[in-house]
């Protein structure tokens, strides 16, 4: 499939801090842009709008143990820093435990089931605004070897977040290898240059990725590890 | 700083396959929007049309043997494939050599310095339209835990790779805590979304990010190996 010539990626505004009494979906709806939300957007959520209005708050714990219970696996420490493995799969610092952006005393968890939550809200969007919308539950995470932390994909509904080239010809006419695109990734990652980590804009919308519709999972995005060369 | 609210990714149409005998620069100008390129975009370069420009490009040699001549260290072996670490300090598999998008027997290399790429093409973009652009070199990267692959910066000039939030706070006063956002990879990972692979699309205009404007460079990405825990 040939990707789309142009993308605009606009963050939602007006979305309120968000508790578990809240409908995220009602928010995010009323935050549309004119003429509202199309098939084929790909709206992506920060997960701790998702994890507020799920309850994943803890009060009063230490937050070192809420790591080590979060943590199905302790890949790295170093100095206060643990690098590990979610029950999800995912490998990121702190197992995902964040006190920021909550009251002082509280910290907030990943989703239990980011890829569930994902499919919830691209339902009750679909309810809310008739538009058959793509969902990207994203989180910032730090990788190996490069500095700084992007915005990648722990939860997927309505895509395929891979684009897959292999079996393709360039024009050349040389077959592409392995080039197995994330494209939930990039597009996490694009939302987050405009969602920023303190702007209060928990949401955005990007319209005309060239990304497939389809069932889709972030779950697909870990990588198995037996497959894994640096665990 | 605040995030901008909106941002634009557009392909750039109409570039040629390029040689060494290319302005690259003009011939990015040529591929400009209606209104041509304003102060403060962000031009991403996929490095190949870079490398092409350059002659780097190798005939007839023996893959591997290339690859072990542009790794600095190689980390990890397994099958076909070589992780390694490239001169310029970036981990990638096979050192970037690459055999897609070039003519059959020839190999392409990365370029000998990205940064210095960046900031010759941002230097006779500047000459040729009088606009004041950021440019972003990208490659095409795996990473450890997550598969698929995504766009990542490996030559940057213009803006500060970093957008870091350390000692700011949160709505609830909170300090929010070594939060340091790679946006020119989030950046190089946005354009992808409309270059593809094989589309012949090989640069992207960014309007509207918020990113900082100023010196830096895609070196200054590399975690220094004693930082790194996966090593």
């Known amino acids: 499939m040939e990707a789309g010539g142009e993308l605009r990626v606009l963050g939602l505004e007006g979305i309120p801090e968000v ?24 709206v992506v ?6 994890s507020k209005a799920e309850g994943r708050l803890v009060e009063g714990a230490e937050r070192s143990a809420t790591i080590e219970a979060e943590s199905a696996r302790i890949l790295r420490r170093s100095g206060g820093l643990v690098i590990s493995e979610t029950r999800h799969g995912f490998v990121c610092a702190n197992a995902g435990v964040d006190a920021s952006n909550v009251a002082p005393g509280w910290v907030c968890l990943l989703p239990l089931d980011p890829d569930l939550s994902a499919r919830r809200l691209k339902a009750r969007l679909r309810h809310l605004t008739g538009a058959d919308v793509a969902v990207v539950i994203s989180d910032t995470f730090g990788r190996t070897w490069r500095q700084g932390q992007t915005n990648v994909a722990i939860g997927v509904a309505g895509i395929d977040p891979f684009l897959d080239y292999r079996g393709q010809r360039d024009s050349f006419g040389n077959e592409l ?47 198995p590890p037996e497959e894994d060369l640096f665990r």
Not at 19 to 31: F, P, Q, W
């Open 177 to 223: 290898s392995a080039t197995i695109i994330c494209v939930a990734d990039e597009l996490a990652g694009a939302a987050e240059l405009v969602m920023g980590k303190s702007t209060g804009r928990a949401a955005a919308l990007i319209r005309g990725a060239g990304v497939s519709r389809g069932p889709g999972s972030a779950a697909g995005i870990v990588r």
């Open 45 to 50: 959520v920060a997960h701790k709008a998702i």
């Open 19 to 42: 508790t578990e009494n809240h409908d995220l979906a009602a928010l995010i709806a009323a935050a549309a842009p004119d003429g509202g939300f199309h098939d084929g957007d790909v």
